[in-house]
């Protein structure tokens, strides 16, 4: 029998939007209102040049007769409902407006897959605020070249300690992490705690599998009665540059790995990655190392990966090398 499934986090909306061109500046103080209109904000789109680039853009319609105004985009996604930045918290956030215009925010890291993202346009006048329109979008609505990931849809047995489901890269562009986390309930609809699970990348055409095991996260697997999970995923997979694998060898406990590196001036840390596939190849596991590069000179040279033996399957493993 399958327990119970709440709903799932990660359902993607697709709402039309308006991205508008816009700059953003930072003002040290508030502005002092010069027009008659009432204090009123707009929230107006977005401008994306890339997933590390999003722009939110906002609008002051009026500023009335307030001695200090202050104006900004707020976000806050679906599994998170929280809006920042707020006036108390990050005052240096907002900056001072003077007269009705437009204005934009920068959207904070990356813009992930599997992510519904909310935000409206602020005014906070005389230190009261006034809020625009909440609008939302999601990475396929910014119009942009990225990967898209489709998950199956979990289960999990009662008695069970984990949660499987699939992930499939049905695109032409290679994703950063897929990962899947789960949020444990009991029967009285108590919060219990939570559980992550990734996989570190997926080719073109690749089909993973994750699973989320409550094991090490403090959830008795006898109180479990229901669980709510959210999906995602990276859409920036960072190939290590002026490196790249020769040759590997399996042994008891780990991996060895023959690696070149061919540019000099190739510094810094990277991620070795051994991925591992069962006899359908799909992926099922994989284990990363942090391998420092500064010392190594030009040529080969070899370094570990510690691995266990359970998760050595049937369709066997590589090794890829990325920039993290």
Same mark, same amino acid.
């Given at each position: ?108 890291? $990356?813009?992930?897959?599997? +992510? ?5 346009? =602020?005014? %906070?006048?005389?230190? *009261?605020?006034?809020? #625009? @329109? ?96 959210? $999906?995602?995923?990276?859409? +920036? ?5 002026? =490196?790249? %694998?020769?040759?590997? *060898?399996?042994?008891? #406990? @780990? ?70």
């Amino acid at each position: 029998m399958d327990i119970p499934r709440r709903k799932a986090i990660s359902t993607v909306a697709t709402t039309s939007l308006l991205g508008l061109a816009g700059c953003s500046q930072s003002l040290p103080g508030g502005g002092v209102a010069t027009g008659s209109e009432p204090v009123g904000v707009r929230t107006l789109g977005y401008n994306a040049q890339n997933v590390d680039n999003v722009e939110l853009l906002g609008e002051v319609t009026g500023v009335g007769d307030a001695d200090e105004l202050f104006a900004t985009v707020q976000r806050s996604t679906d599994s998170y409902d929280e809006w920042s930045p707020t006036f108390e918290e990050n005052p240096y956030q907002f900056e001072g407006i003077d007269e009705p215009r437009e204005f934009t925010r920068k959207m904070p890291g $990356t813009i992930d897959g599997g +992510v519904e993202y909310q935000y409206r346009a =602020v005014i %906070v006048a005389d230190g *009261e605020p006034t809020y #625009g @329109e909440m609008k939302m979008f999601n990475l396929h609505d910014l119009g942009l070249d990225v990967p898209k990931v489709e998950f199956s849809t979990p289960s999990m047995d009662e008695g069970s300690t984990t949660i499987e489901l699939t992930a499939e890269n049905v695109s032409d562009i290679q994703t950063g992490s897929v990962g899947c986390g789960v949020e444990w309930y009991d029967e009285d609809n108590v919060y219990l705690g939570s559980s992550y699970s990734n996989l570190y990348t997926l080719r073109p055409g690749e089909t993973g599998v994750i699973t989320v095991n409550t094991n090490g996260d403090d959830v008795r697997v006898s109180d479990i009665a229901e669980y709510e999970h959210r $999906t995602e995923y990276s859409p +920036v997979y960072r190939p290590a540059e002026g =490196v790249e %694998v020769i040759e590997t *060898e399996l042994r008891e #406990g @780990e991996i060895t790995v023959t690696a070149e590196k061919t540019q000099s001036n190739n510094r810094g840390n990277i991620d070795a990655v051994a991925r591992f596939f069962d006899a359908d190849g799909r992926v099922i596991d994989d284990v990363i190392e942090r391998v420092n590069t500064s010392s190594v000179p030009v040529g080969q040279w070899r370094f570990e990966i510690g691995v266990s033996g359970d998760i050595i399957d049937e369709g066997g493993f590589e090794v890829i090398l990325s920039q993290g």
